[in-house]
């Protein structure tokens, strides 16, 4: 099959790819920076294209202009890890929207994008698809929006959506502000102890290798369409997370908990509802 990526060359771009190519599937990468993409070992194993969401033109045939891909897979996302920022809904929703329409308006037919577990907003508990989703930051709203305005497009130019709603993750290449970032520069640091919230907050984490995987087959099926939670369906607290991570490192540090306040734009217990999911992997 030949699939288009975008966002070729961020977190979860790098895996997604490993993971086609793995399968023999033809790739057309495309990301910003084209000197950043080369530096990736699956450069040479793709056809690379550079585009600037930014410099969208509506009168431009990107569907052609990406060899007429057979899957879309778009993972394509500016502005983070800055959730608050009213460019999501500004600009970002605007341009990604206009990008994945002309897409559709001008032939394709499957169309996979990334979507948060923030859309769900502030409900607590086991979040499962039909849960009505409430955003509460400017990130989970733009994407929430893109979904629905999607969603519409679907009426008048019939395609399959798949709306893979990622939940937390982590691994090689993950953001330098996330949690165990920040412990692994600690522990290079060899500081006395490692500064964080009470630790109790439950989440939903996947190692973003797993998560690429249920990408790709989350993409790649046609049985099940529509937002899908891509998550592991466990709870696990932050603290948890952090003792693991210590325990597999066989490494130790003074965890210091309560130092930093609870994020307002998250609630204090979620994680997701994966059945759907296992249908799509066969559990």
């Not at 699939?3 to 790819?17: D, K, R, S």
């Not at 522990?187 to 995987?213: C, H, I, N």
């Not at 540090?253 to 296992?278: C, M």
Request: aromatic content about 12%; overall charge positive.
């Amino acid at each position: 099959m030949k699939v288009l990526v975008t966002g070729a060359t961020g977190f979860i771009g790098n895996y997604v790819i490993a993971g086609l190519l793995k399968n023999n599937h033809l790739v057309i990468a495309t990301s910003l920076d084209a000197e950043k993409a080369k530096e990736f070992s699956w450069f040479n194993k793709v056809k690379y294209r550079a585009l600037d969401l930014s410099t969208i033109k509506e009168d431009l045939d990107y569907f052609q202009y990406f060899d007429s891909p057979d899957f879309v897979i778009h993972l394509a996302w500016e502005g983070l890890p800055n959730y608050q920022s009213l460019f999501h809904i500004e600009e970002n929703l605007f341009r990604h929207y206009t990008f994945l329409k002309n897409l559709v308006v001008n032939g394709a037919k499957d169309i996979t994008v990334t979507g948060t577990c923030l859309e769900y907003g502030l409900q607590e508990g086991k979040l499962n698809e039909e849960t009505v989703t409430a955003p509460v930051n400017s990130y989970a709203v733009a994407k929430d929006s893109l979904r629905k305005f999607l969603e519409q497009l679907q009426k008048q130019h019939p395609f399959d959506l798949k709306w893979a709603r990622l939940f937390y993750m982590y691994g090689k290449g993950q953001n330098a502000n996330s949690i165990l970032s920040q412990l692994q520069k600690a522990l290079k640091r060899a500081d006395s102890g490692f500064k964080m919230s009470k630790g109790d907050q439950q989440r939903d984490y996947l190692p973003v290798e797993t998560v690429a995987e249920y990408i790709v087959k989350i993409a790649l099926q046609k049985n099940i369409s529509g937002a899908i939670n891509c998550c592991s369906g466990i709870p696990i607290t932050i603290g948890g997370l952090v003792e693991t991570f210590l325990k597999d490192k066989n490494q130790s540090i003074k965890l210091v908990k309560g130092y930093y306040p609870y994020p307002q734009y998250e609630p204090l217990h979620f994680w997701g509802d994966n059945a759907k999911l296992q249908k799509i992997l066969g559990k």
